[in-house]
């Protein structure tokens, strides 16, 4: 079992950075590949950005390739998402999520999830 929750949303401008922050729970953390998934109202989840178990692996949306970099620190248990040059199209709700047997890019493929944090980007 893995718990998540993610912190670090918020409102912010157009051209603007937030960090968020993953923490999980749990003995076999350093085994699950993590992603960042997120949701706009209306719209259907999608992924954002992934990282392997070991790190060595990254994988982006091409619209935030160049923006945002995925990371992860094994000892402390989290993950972060670093996020630059924001714009008002990546206002949404942003969430972690954790599998086992390789990242993916599909939400169904993960199994556990974060609550959810806000984040807006304004003009």
């Known amino acids: 079992q893995v718990q998540l929750v993610e912190s670090g949303g918020g409102l912010v401008q157009a051209g603007g950075s937030l960090r968020l922050s993953c923490a999980a729970s749990?003995?076999?953390?350093?085994?699950?590949?993590m992603g960042w998934f997120r949701q706009a109202p209306g719209k259907e989840r999608e992924f954002v950005a992934a990282?392997?178990?070991?790190?060595?692996?990254?994988y982006y949306r091409d619209s935030v390739k160049g923006r945002f970099s995925i990371s992860r620190d094994t000892a402390e248990k989290t993950v972060f998402l670093q996020m630059n040059s924001l714009k008002p199209e990546d206002t949404a709700v942003y969430y972690c999520?954790?599998?086992?047997?390789?990242?993916?890019?599909?939400?169904?493929?993960?199994?556990?999830w974060g609550q959810g944090t806000q984040v807006t980007v304004s003009s």
């Open positions: 749990g003995r076999t953390f350093s085994y699950y590949d």
């Open positions: 999520a954790a599998r086992r047997r390789g990242s993916s890019t599909l939400v169904g493929e993960y199994d556990y």
């Open positions: 990282i392997s178990w070991h790190g060595g692996s990254t």
